[in-house]
């Protein structure tokens, strides 16, 4: 009962944020000579402390309690095609440490390597040894398939696929690893601090280098049979007689970065050597762009379109290296979803840029560090 008083208490703090003891027994029906009780345990355990008294109202002046952030500290790390980003968070989810680099790797041993060793450093930066984060989560491209420790269809990062590569990233990052699709961290970033805040059905689609979907349905993440939900680089895209080129996928090769370019040298641009330059012509008015963007508003209406159709989301974040530029994507794109079919889901920019997939590794970080910290806390003292 004492436990069960004591997260009653801690989980009302982690919801609704600071409060005095007789404010904690009204929320939560509890006794004050419990709630204090309780209070005095979360102290000892070092889950909460005291941040000074109330200093208006009748009466007395209250102590205010909160969760103590320094309980415990979670690991993100965003393995993408062209930076590595990791950063240490405390309970409070604020980001006290963060590195990002470069990915220059060019094989799977390379990789774990360098992982490893920007974990290491990102800790160190926090004040804290690895043993210290109470939450490791790992973003990348791929289905990660526990079952033989690899990913699947990953084929924009040279070695992602090797059999054995989970169990390599474990054995330098911890047995507690969590590995999970980049773009359904983005998603789940997404919800906890970005643009689909309290939204309950939403996609999350990425477009940069591949492009990849993150799918929120009732509030939870949709992955399906296999972990593959959401891989719409393999939407049908196309004539039926199409071959598939190096496992990338019709619609991934169709919309996805390589794929602009290719759109704006067919409209005459021959100096562009990224997307990044392409989008960079077109908002500086250059007609050829603005129509090589146009044909991939088009393209990434047909995805949109498609999942409309299946899902029936309430909202549609776009993200990405292109993806971002909703500002000269979101009306050509709109106007070809008319054309296109009836439905009609509410298109915007995600907010947090390329710090989504680290986000929402973050917050899934968090998730199980709370707990953790609280039950091992217990533990110890029981």
């Known amino acids: 009962m004492r436990v069960l008083n004591q997260r009653a208490v801690l989980d009302r703090l982690r919801r609704d944020g600071p409060a005095t003891r007789p404010q904690l027994a009204k929320d939560t029906g509890l006794s004050k000579p419990t709630v204090g009780q309780a209070l005095v345990d979360l102290e000892q355990h070092g889950l909460v402390r005291a941040i000074g008294r109330t200093t208006s109202g009748p009466g007395r002046s209250a102590m205010v309690y909160e969760p103590n952030p320094a ?7 965003d393995i993408g095609r062209h930076r590595i980003r990791v950063a240490v968070a405390d309970l409070a989810g604020s980001v006290i440490a ?14 774990v390597r360098t992982v490893r060793d920007l974990a290491q ?16 989560v790992v973003g990348t491209p791929g289905v990660p398939d526990p079952r033989h420790r690899t990913l699947h269809l990953a084929p924009n990062l040279p070695g992602l696929e090797r059999p054995g590569l989970l169990a390599e990233l474990a054995a330098e990052l911890g047995p507690d690893l969590v590995v999970e699709n980049d773009a359904n961290l983005a998603a789940v970033g997404e919800r906890a601090y970005g643009a689909a805040r309290h939204v309950d059905a939403f996609v999350c689609i990425a477009v ?48 996805a970065a390589e794929s602009v370019v290719a759109l704006a ?36 209406a047909f995805v949109v ?19 971002g530029n909703t500002e000269l ?21 995600g907010q947090l840029g390329d710090g989504a997939v680290l986000s929402g590794a973050i917050a899934v970080g968090l998730r199980s560090a709370r707990e953790l910290v609280f039950t091992r806390r217990n533990a110890v003292t029981l």
């Open 71 to 77: 309980a415990g500290h979670v690991l993100g790390i």
């Open 98 to 111: 963060r590195v990002d680099e470069r990915n220059r790797c060019r094989s799977a041993p390379a990789l």
């Open 121 to 136: 450093r990102t800790a160190a930066d926090a004040g804290l040894a690895m043993s210290d984060l109470v939450a490791k």
């Open 208 to 255: 940069g280098t591949g492009i990849g979907m993150g799918i929120v349905v009732d509030g939870r993440l949709f992955r399906g049979a296999r972990g593959a939900a959401g891989e719409i680089g393999y939407l049908p895209y196309g004539e039926p007689s199409d071959v598939d080129s190096g496992g990338q996928g019709r619609m991934e090769a169709a919309a």
């Open 265 to 300: 040298k067919k409209h005459g641009i021959t100096s562009a050597k990224s997307a990044r330059d392409v989008f960079a012509l077109a908002k500086s008015g250059d007609e050829r762009a603005l129509r090589a963007v146009r044909d991939e508003a088009e393209r990434l």
């Open 305 to 323: 379109a498609s999942v409309a159709a299946v899902i029936d989301p309430e909202l549609v974040v776009l993200g990405g290296g292109i993806g």
């Open 329 to 349: 994507l979101q009306e050509p794109l709109e106007a070809a979803m008319r054309r296109m079919t009836p439905l009609k889901p509410r298109i915007v920019a």
